[in-house]
């Protein structure tokens, strides 16, 4: 994982320096480098959600075949092998993205104060303290709801409360959008998920809430374009083309 702790790193120093040439604001291009960190990390991975979205809807369009068969696997095999469609090809770009939000969360959740993080991937001392030091709107990044760090608590409290809020709020709405059906474990998710991070919110350092809310922001627009260019078996496409068909359809 060493590797991918420093090659997250350098990406997130790349933008800071970038951004520090463009913002005389000593805090700013820490956030920024948070916020295009993240964005940038997503952008690789986006040809792998394709790829899983995909396979998701061609083990979809294949259920009613399935079901035909009952509970004969060999059968069921036979038939995913004749239409080239594994169904745990989207497992695969899950299993790549992992290590990739672990070590994102794992160099954020260091960048404080005395930690031993300070020179490791590529890192400067002068670089790490400036990190460490940054602030969102008066609250360090480095600082979490109930260690302040030194900032004026209510500052703190009311920063984190409200990112913790749209993460908890974009958490619920990207749950909703990528989950299918309407039983019992679908709502543990959908509820379950967002009602968990409250509890996370009030551990994570404000830099990791900061990364965790890009992530959603993004993933929620990720979500509507990958649905309107890729929509589910017998749904009807969204968008210009969508109304066009639809618009034909009925005209006959």
Do not use: C
């Amino acid at each position: 994982m060493s590797a991918v702790y420093t090659a997250i790193s350098a990406v997130l120093l790349f933008w800071h320096a970038l951004w520090e040439r463009v913002l005389s604001s000593p805090d700013w291009p820490w956030i920024l480098g948070i916020v295009f960190l993240v964005l940038t990390i997503r952008v690789l991975l986006l040809p792998l959600a394709v790829r899983q979205v995909k396979s998701q809807h061609a083990v979809q369009a294949l259920l009613p075949r399935v079901r035909e068969l009952g509970n004969d696997p060999e059968a069921v095999a036979a038939l995913y092998r004749s239409e080239k469609v594994s169904p745990f090809a989207g497992f695969l770009p899950l299993l790549v993205q992992i290590p990739v939000f672990i070590g994102l969360l794992h160099v954020l959740r260091h960048i404080k104060p005395g930690s031993t993080m300070a020179t490791l991937y590529g890192w400067t001392q002068t670089q790490f303290d400036s990190a460490a030091h940054a602030e969102l709107l008066g609250a360090p990044i480095a600082a979490t709801f109930g260690h302040h760090l030194g900032a004026p608590a209510l500052t703190v409290q009311l920063v984190t409360a409200a990112l913790i809020a749209v993460m908890i709020v974009t958490t619920y709405l990207s749950t909703r959008m990528s989950i299918q059906g309407d039983g019992l474990v679908q709502r543990l998710m959908l509820y379950g998920i967002p009602a968990s991070l409250l509890i996370s919110g009030v551990i994570f350092p404000l830099g990791v809430i900061v990364y965790w809310v890009t992530q959603n922001l993004f993933g929620l627009a990720q979500q509507a374009w990958i649905r309107r260019r890729y929509p589910m078996p017998g749904e009807p496409p969204r968008g210009a083309d969508g109304d066009k068909a639809r618009s034909q359809g009925a005209t006959g």
